[in-house]
């Protein structure tokens, strides 16, 4: 049942992408207008677009016996599929991001991911470590060719990755290899700081672990570590799997919390990390700033933060100084 719905949630996440593509060669221009601001984030045009698209398919696609709730931000009321199913008697919980990275594909500046994750229902219990299938795949840009997606059963060990040739459809696979790096040097490692709210504390916070790490000393030369702001957990997320990034850092509501800022909807949220699972099959790691695995609730609202690291021993080497400098704050 859970290798048929691996594959469901990438057929899915095919058609939002295959429908976003379609439309973005006819009204590219209303992808940016807003439709609607809500307690989880920001609702642009494209997001609905994308909306109408996922709850068409479901109701025509997901299979009878296997009922679900669905979660995913913008929805006003509870909604089940089969449609019209109470919601008692629903055995799994799907919660969805249909575009990560909206305000970078909208633009058409860099790809989005649709992204999802499949959990047995555990009514308000539910967290992202019950989540037992994840997908995402990529929606490219208009100069690109190529989409990248990457799904996974929990406990396979292994992550399937395809690359799909947008213009033609014809598909190969994708090798899944997070980094073997032991030091961060002439690599990319980034804590993000995506908008005004709280960039100052956050870059501070950069600094103080450079240092407490012994990468950056007063006087001498700069550390050679990148970063990468790439506005999309899931799009963080694939940069670890395919190698190129050694960390990402997530410690946003953090920073909000210290100064008193009340900016959850500039936070990651549950279905921003829905596809956690996939960073963990591939061998990788990750986990609370603090350390643990995410137990983050499978809802809209929820201020999630989180760290990923590429392989084991870049985590047992940053872990305790993200825990001595978040202590202090």
């Not at 379609?22 to 677009?49: C, G, H, M, P, W």
């Not at 997070?178 to 040097?185: G, Q, R, T, V």
């Not at 500039?266 to 591939?282: F, G, K, N, Q, V």
Request: proline share 5%.
């Amino acid at each position: 049942m859970l290798e048929r719905a691996r594959r469901l949630l990438c057929q899915l996440q095919e058609v939002i992408r295959d429908r976003l593509i379609a439309a973005r060669q006819r009204q590219s221009r209303s992808f940016a207008r807003v439709a609607e601001v809500t307690a989880a984030d920001t609702i642009y045009q494209i997001d609905k677009l994308s909306e109408d698209v996922l709850v068409a398919w479901l109701a025509k696609n997901w299979p009878k016996s296997w009922p679900i709730e669905l979660i995913m931000e913008g929805l006003e009321t509870e909604l089940t599929f089969p449609l019209g199913t109470p919601l008692k008697e629903t055995q799994w919980k799907l919660i969805i991001d249909p575009i990560d990275g909206t305000r970078g594909i909208m633009h058409d500046k860099r790809s989005a991911w649709a992204m999802a994750g499949l959990a047995p229902h555990r009514g308000a219990r539910n967290h992202l470590g019950d989540i037992v299938v994840a997908a995402m795949t990529e929606l490219p840009i208009s100069k690109q060719w190529r989409s990248d997606q990457f799904s996974a059963v929990s406990g396979t060990g292994k992550v399937v990755a395809t690359s799909t040739n947008v213009l033609d459809g014809k598909r190969t696979r994708l090798a899944v290899r997070p980094s073997s790096a032991k030091s961060f040097h002439h690599g990319f490692s980034t804590v993000s700081k995506f908008f005004p709210s709280a960039k100052e504390w956050l870059a501070k916070f950069e600094e103080d672990l450079w240092r407490e790490l012994g990468e950056s000393k007063p006087g001498a030369k700069p550390p050679p570590i990148f970063e990468d702001q790439y506005i999309s957990c899931g799009g963080q997320i694939a940069e670890i799997l395919l190698g190129h990034d050694l960390m990402v850092i997530d410690i946003r509501p953090e920073a909000f919390r210290a100064l008193g800022l009340r900016h959850a909807g500039l936070t990651s949220h549950p279905y921003d990390l829905c596809i956690e699972l996939l960073l963990r099959e591939a061998g990788a790691v990750i986990e609370r700033p603090q350390g643990g695995r995410l137990r983050d609730p499978l809802d809209t609202t929820s201020a999630v933060s989180w760290v990923g690291y590429a392989n084991q021993h870049l985590a047992r080497k940053v872990r305790p100084a993200i825990k001595r400098l978040l202590a202090k704050s």
